[in-house]
């Protein structure tokens, strides 16, 4: 007995496991360390297992404390036919009316979901203590019953039932699930009363309940009223910030925790990392992550899957690149979220292929893996490839749901696959039972609309079952750019006008639309229009990082960084050009100017001279990644073509709609955009 205490003492299940099996007679005691200490070690089902399999070969009676361990077994693994045979075994050797066994039944049955089993426990049991309303309280909000965890707490205090600290801790995130801020401070008041306030977990819970009622306020005072403040409750104060999107405030909490002592662990970075990240604040978050580490804090899986999001909306691929050696060096490259994270890292940043690589490397899909790959190819241009997925997808078992078809719907747009995306959206309600939504929908204007099929379009939105959206009106009129369809242009630029009269890409669309069409007056009004109502044009920008820094270009910025260089560039590689056959393409000049003027109008966008700017600093790289916050100038998607003809490298842009990967003088749009 001895040696198998020490054994699992150590944690060396396996050489327990042996030692246990060479007893000719294992005392119930024994049983119970090893089957108790396969949970401990996330092993639950090798638990189970052990207690059928003494069941069955020695025919085992077993006590009380056999049925506990094999009771948190099917909790742990969630089991419920295993926890309903552990139910009937309890009843067999007359054990069930025990109340530590009925509590652990009440709980078992929470965790597994199976709330009219937990109550049939719970109503079995005579003598019933705070642990059994406790666990049925918690029972419920296992099964995301809200009203019903607050009745049954309504119920405990009309029986004269007196709660613990371990009942408020339940019953406090129920009140912040169901916002219900008097019945809270009720509780608050009560613990009080009790003494309870000084019980960290209690308190954490008090702070959570405010701060998710937007209460700050009274958030804040719990937590100033602690005399002994913990990791927890500091932690629960930093996420009630952000979760609020006080990014200020936290930020300031956490400067003070810095200066206490023991006080901050990973989770404490971890929340920093992530409430930066979900509130937009990219940048910060890649720094907090940068602290971390100097701070000599090891990052965990949430921390690489907090960050890596974050990496992904500044495009930071460096960065990615670096967090994703981190993965490898510490093992956590088999984890879901995080290689799901990389797929769309990657994709986001402009390397589709390493993409796609990081996916194949996934032994375990979920719905989540597939669509963040669909989505990568659709926004690639990769129609084709997004349609295989789709269909490897399902055979391989696994549901599409309704953000598989956006993403499929998408890539069969940008590729003209009109008849396979006509199909795929006629599959979703009858072949899986999904209704489309109005983005859906859209999804399907668009597909139409850029393969030209405007007038189906226009009809296909008429016989919509619901309000078209402005983005189903906004692929209209992008398609009527492409195609020179004022008419069409017209009605759909009315409806946008309505729907969204804030949007100034609309005013600027259906302007160009007019000008190109050389309806001078018309686009005049339009301009006018757009300055009644005080909509103000968006300016073209575009970025570029080269090393760890990111520059950015707008047009006609006389402050710009190496300014005569950049555009001395482009004046020696535009003589090449032209030898090559560029001619520039003045209908994208919107100013009025004329001759030499317009070309270097042209010269003068963002996206010119962010390319520029990445060729003058290659270093090596065979790829320039550059990316624009509007639609890529026509004449520059043409220029670029030539330039990376010139050059002899890849040349990546990534504007409002998608990706374009130009090399040796052609785009994979196909110039169609």
């Excluded at 009219?116 to 705070?130: P, R, T």
């Excluded at 940068?290 to 495009?315: D, Y």
């Excluded at 560029?582 to 209908?587: E, Q, R, S």
Aim: proline share 2%; with cysteine.
């Amino acid at each position: 007995m001895k040696s198998l205490s020490s054994y699992l003492h150590s944690g060396q299940l396996d050489l327990a496991r042996k030692l246990f099996d060479k007893i000719p007679n294992p005392d119930l005691r024994a049983l119970t360390l090893l089957l108790s200490a396969y949970s401990k070690h996330g092993r639950p089902k090798q638990s189970i297992a052990l207690y059928r399999k003494l069941c069955k070969e020695k025919n085992l009676q077993p006590d009380r404390y056999v049925i506990l361990s094999v009771a948190k077994a099917c909790s742990l693994s969630l089991d419920t036919f295993e926890a309903k045979e552990l139910h009937s075994d309890a009843i067999r050797f007359k054990l069930a009316s025990d109340l530590l066994v009925g509590n652990a039944f009440i709980d078992m049955y929470g965790k597994c979901r199976l709330i009219e089993e937990a109550i049939s426990v719970f109503d079995e049991i005579s003598g019933k203590d705070v642990i059994s309303w406790t666990s049925l309280i918690l029972a419920h909000a296992n099964c995301k019953q809200s009203g019903e965890a607050l009745q049954v707490f309504r119920e405990m205090l009309i029986s004269g039932m007196k709660p613990n600290s371990v009942t408020l801790c339940t019953v406090l995130p129920v009140c912040s699930a169901m916002k219900a801020i008097n019945l809270g401070k009720e509780i608050h008041g009560f613990a009080l009363r009790n003494r309870f306030e000084e019980d960290v977990w209690v308190s954490s819970g008090l702070i959570n309940m405010y701060a998710k009622s937007l209460n700050l306020r009274l958030a804040r005072s719990v937590f100033d009223g602690l005399l002994e403040r913990d990791t927890v409750s500091w932690n629960t104060m930093l996420s009630s910030y952000f979760s609020i999107g006080n990014s200020e405030e936290a930020l300031e909490l956490f400067g003070k925790m810095k200066s206490v002592e023991d006080q901050m662990n990973c989770a404490s970075w971890n929340c920093m990392v992530s409430g930066f990240a979900q509130n937009g604040r990219v940048r910060e978050a890649v720094e907090m992550f940068a602290q971390m580490q100097h701070s000599g804090f090891r990052a965990n899986e949430i921390t690489i899957a907090s960050v890596l999001p974050a990496c992904s909306n500044m495009e930071n691929i460096r960065g990615g690149r670096e967090i994703h050696g981190y993965t490898y060096r510490h093992c956590f490259i088999k984890d879901k979220m995080i290689l799901t994270a990389l797929v769309l890292l990657y994709a986001k940043c402009g390397d589709l292929m390493k993409s796609r690589l990081v996916f194949d490397q996934m032994i375990h899909k979920d719905v989540i893996a597939w669509n963040a790959m669909i989505f990568a190819s659709s926004m690639h241009g990769c129609g084709e490839d997004a349609i295989c997925l789709y269909h490897q997808m399902i055979k391989s078992g696994m549901k599409p749901n309704s953000m598989t078809f956006m993403g499929v719907l998408s890539g069969c747009s940008h590729s003209l696959f009109v008849e396979e995306g006509r199909s795929i959206f006629s599959a979703m309600s009858r072949d899986f039972g999904i209704q489309p939504d109005a983005e859906h929908y859209s999804c399907m204007v668009d597909v139409l609309c850029r393969a030209g099929h405007l007038q189906g379009a226009y009809e296909f939105i008429q016989g919509m079952p619901m309000e078209p959206k402005a983005s189903a009106w906004g692929a209209m009129l992008a398609a009527c750019r492409l195609y020179k369809n004022v008419e069409l242009g017209k009605i759909s630029a009315d409806r946008l006008f309505e729907i969204e009269p804030e949007n100034p890409g609309n005013y600027v669309l259906f302007s160009n639309i007019l000008m190109n069409a050389k309806l001078f007056d018309e686009a005049s009004k339009i301009r006018k229009l757009m300055r009644d109502r005080g909509v103000k044009k968006v300016p073209g920008r575009s970025w570029i990082q080269i090393k760890n820094k990111v520059y950015t270009f707008v047009k006609d910025d006389d402050k710009m960084l190496f300014r005569d260089e950049i555009f001395g560039f482009l004046e020696k590689i535009g003589k090449k050009m032209k030898l090559e056959g560029y001619k520039p393409d003045i209908d994208f000049v919107l100013q009025d100017v004329k001759g030499e003027e317009m070309e270097e109008a042209l010269c003068s966008h963002s996206e010119r001279l962010a390319v520029a700017f990445g060729a003058m600093n290659l270093n090596g790289e065979s790829v320039i990644r550059v990316f624009k916050n509007l639609r890529i100038c026509g004449d520059c998607h043409n220029a670029i073509k030539f330039m990376s003809k010139i050059l002899g490298v890849g040349v990546t842009v990534r504007d409002n709609l998608r990706f374009h990967h130009f090399r040796d003088g052609s785009c994979s749009c196909h110039d169609r955009w």
